[in-house]
DNA sequence: AAATGGTTTAACCAACTGGTTAACAAATTT
DNA sequence: AAATTTGTTAACCAGTTGGTTAAACCATTT
């Protein structure tokens, strides 16, 4: 009996190849070691994704639509904005623990080739900023919120809470802290940037 | 001095180079292709780089040291703290016009190799956030800041002013804004984004 | 004008990379 | 149980890549 694992091997290259892609990136990825993280023949790869530019867009899609329901928290729900700012700030944290190199991945590909996600903004659930633009429009005309652009609210949201993992060695060295210490900050951050924004944009 | 170009050449190269690693990467980026865009032989690369590896870091180095002076702007300048956040703020801006590269190039290969910026800590000039630490815990002492460390202020200045240009095709895509609109949101940040962090952190 | 020494080039090379092939093994169908 | 399909492997291949070499080039020195 040779495998019992049929379907399980594609799960497995798709693994080996998140781990890969994620921490490396297109470019810097290889085909062998993919194989090798995946405990398999490299001829494997291409019998169940063809090529690497499908395997990478393989990884590449899984990503975004793990990303893609968090940002619609923020855009979609119908909650008032300070609770969904709130809310978004505490669960993205925690999000980020399990998927630390997500949005460094994300970002850094969409940088190396923009065309990519016009594609995607075709798909189903891709996050958009309308009901949110009206939802904020509303909450300034009715004196909740300070006036803001939807637009610029929904930049310093994502920026606050994004841009700490995704620039992490650089302000680990500004901020001379070790991974320990820098986790603490971030820890912190559940809270304290919901606080900031907030403290920001809401009439009192 | 032999010739016209002597050290013209060395100049072409690291322009060329800075070019294609800026927008490639290092894994992505091709000998070749900065031979090329050179206008020299691809072994004249080696004959003043020795490899990629040293044309890389000088490239790297060359970024960084442009952005340092930036951000020690903001950690070692005298003014109060809200005048080197408005300060810094309109600044960053405007120096990113001119090297829109710059900030993802430096992050993404930080990523890559998070031990590269150890080397660097030690350099005269390397932005630390010891002195805005003292101030901004003095002026919260004073009263004129509401409470909040100089760690999480720092990276969120940061966070508010460099990560509309890192995820630029992300936030492009999600706020449905061509490039001529988008820059126009980046050009009211010159001022919303200081007004933004002031209006949070200031005491009335 | 011959010698010098830094600069530049074309040709070359060994290692690597993504991808293919043909044969083989397991599972499934007939 | 024979035939067919699906999964897996080792060996191979052609194109690319970073890097080298030996000879040529050219401005100054002797």
């Known amino acids: 009996m040779k495998k019992t694992k049929d379907e399980n091997t594609e799960v497995q290259i798709l693994d080996a ?3 890969v892609f994620q921490s490396k990136g297109m470019d810097g990825a290889r085909m062998q070691e993919i194989a090798d993280k995946a405990g398999i023949n490299k001829a494997m790869l291409h019998y169940y994704y063809r090529n690497k530019q499908l395997l990478f867009e393989a990884v ?7 990303l893609a329901p968090q940002l619609n928290a923020v855009l979609n729900d119908d909650s008032s904005i300070e609770k969904k700012i709130r809310n978004f700030t505490s669960n993205y944290i925690a999000f980020m623990d399990k998927h630390p190199y997500l ?3 994300v970002i850094q590909e969409l940088n190396r080739n923009p065309e990519f996600i ?3 903004k075709n798909n189903l659930g891709f996050p958009n900023i309308e009901k949110f633009k009206i939802q904020v429009n509303q909450e300034v005309k009715d004196g909740i919120l300070k006036p803001i652009s939807a637009e610029q609210l ?3 949201v994502m920026a606050l809470n994004v841009f700490p993992f995704v620039a992490k060695p650089l302000l680990m060295a500004f901020t001379n802290t070790d991974d320990e210490a820098y986790n603490g900050l971030i820890e912190k951050r559940k809270t304290e940037v919901a606080d900031f924004i ?3 944009i809401k009439n009192v």
Chains 1, 2 share one sequence.
Do not use: C, E, V
């Open 118 to 120: 016009l594609k995607m």
């Open 17 to 19: 190849a998140k781990n």
């Open 60 to 66: 590449f899609n899984n990503a975004f639509s793990l």
């Open 103 to 105: 949005p460094a991945f």
């Open 154 to 156: 929904f930049m310093n």
């Open 198 to 200: 907030i403290n920001s």
